[in-house]
Each structure stands twice: as C-alpha cells, then as structure tokens.
C-alpha cells in the first residue's frame, strides 16, 4: 500500500506540475516576461507550506513524507529560507537548528516565528501563482481554478496517506491551509488586477474586464462557495473509493 501511495503521489505531483505549465503557456500570451521556471518554483514553495500546515495535525513529519518535501524542495526550500530571513533579522541563532525532521520539537518560541515566516511567505508565492491562473482563465474560458482545488485535494490526500493511511484530521488540516492560503486569497487578489500587473505590459482594458468579470462572478455565483463544496466533494469519493476497495 505504502509503494503504490508514493507513486500516486508522484504521478499526481507530476501532473500538476504539467497543468500548471499549460497555465503559463496560456498567459504568456499577454505576458511574454513570464518564466514558467519561475512561476513552478513558486508552486513548489507553496506545496511545502501546504505540507507544514497540514502536519500540524499530528505535530510530525514521518520519514516518508519528508522524502516527498525533500523531493518538492530540491531547488528551493521554503524552510530554509524562513531560517535564513529570521536570522538576518536578528532572531536567536538557534533557529538554524531547526530541520523538516525536527521542526515540531523545537521550543515553541522558535517554532511560532518559523511559523509566522512561512506563513508570510507563502503570501507572495500565492499571490504569484493564483492571479496568472485567474490570467489563463479570463483568456481561454476554461475553469483552471477548479482544476486546481481538485489536483491539489489529490496531493493533499495522499501524501496524507503516506504513513498509516489517511487520517482525516490531518487531510483536513491540509485542506484548511489551502483555503486560508489559496481559495480565499484568489477570491481577494481578483479584485485588483491592475496593481499585480502594474510593471507589465498588459493592456489596461483587458486587466479591466477581467476585474469586472471576477466580481461579477463572486458576487452572483457566491464563488468561493462553489470551490467549497467541489472541494468537499473531491475529499469525500477519495473516502468512499478507499471505503469501497476495503
């Protein structure tokens, strides 16, 4: 079970990682400065913080969940990088103690501020990745973003059930952590365009309808309701598939 998980779990990392390149392929449209590179590398630090949230739950990552983070974080490391800001800002130095391995053993001083650090983080690489999404689906007219809450459910899931199979509490955890990092910042973002893509050259009329669109669109379809309950949705046949095969 445990083999057959971590490829499944790869496979749907892998397939992200391809749905995520067709979206830049779609703004660089309008966008030409876009670098997929780039624009993947902020997903991936994203995805770590994702798996921090979610393994708050049980207060640990087991051996084969930090091979996954270590596979995600081989070209950036969102942790690391937290320690190092922390540092420079003149924080205690044993911070740098602090590893994917022991993170939840640390004194809790030293755990809420890598915390809150991640946290802010991760604000500017979902920024980033949600507004060129919203970008992509104003172009081509095909909902990139329910694509993304169902793949991301999927990676959630299992690497959920990497050790032990998976435990709702910690799923849930994960799903939270994307609502509060993914769902509801696409939501706020989509109302500003015009600042994220102040320095690009972008037509200020497309930027406009796009604007309009997406708060025409929250406003009569309640938006992030709709992502809510698909989300639900997702969770709950992973349970039952799981539940029918036992």
């Known amino acids: 079970m445990s083999a057959d998980t971590k490829e499944k779990l790869n496979k749907k990392y892998a397939k992200l990682i391809k749905f995520l390149a067709q979206i830049c392929d779609v703004a660089r449209g309008v966008d030409s400065e876009l670098n997929a590179d780039e624009y993947l590398l902020n997903f991936d630090m994203l995805l770590q913080s994702l798996l921090f949230h979610q393994s708050k739950s049980n207060k640990a990552i087991y051996p084969k969940e930090q091979d996954f983070i270590d596979q995600v974080a081989q070209k950036a490391d969102i942790l690391n990088i937290a320690k190092t800001q922390l540092v420079n800002d003149g924080e205690s130095q044993a911070i740098e103690q ?23 983080l ?10 060129y999404v919203a970008l992509a689906e104003y172009l081509d007219g095909k909902n990139y973003f329910f694509k993304l809450n169902d793949e991301t459910v999927d990676l959630l899931y299992y690497y959920a059930k990497l050790e032990n199979g998976a435990d709702e509490n910690e799923v849930q955890q994960g799903i939270l ?3 509060k990092f993914v769902a509801n910042y696409y939501v706020g973002v989509m109302s500003n365009m015009e600042e994220f893509f102040a320095d690009k ?9 796009l604007r309009k669109e997406y708060k025409e669109n929250k406003r009569s379809n309640r938006f992030l309701e709709r992502h809510l309950k698909k989300i639900k949705e997702r969770l709950s046949s992973h349970y039952k598939r799981d539940k029918d095969n036992n």
Not at 201 to 209: A, D, M, P, V
């Open 98 to 120: 602090a590893e994917w391995n022991n993170i939840f053993d640390c004194p809790k001083e030293v755990f809420e501020k890598i915390d809150g650090k991640i946290q802010e």
């Open 122 to 131: 991760t604000k500017d690489y979902t920024r980033r990745m949600v507004t």
């Open 177 to 179: 952590g994307y609502v």
């Open 201 to 209: 050259n972008i037509k200020t009329e497309l930027l406009g309808s």
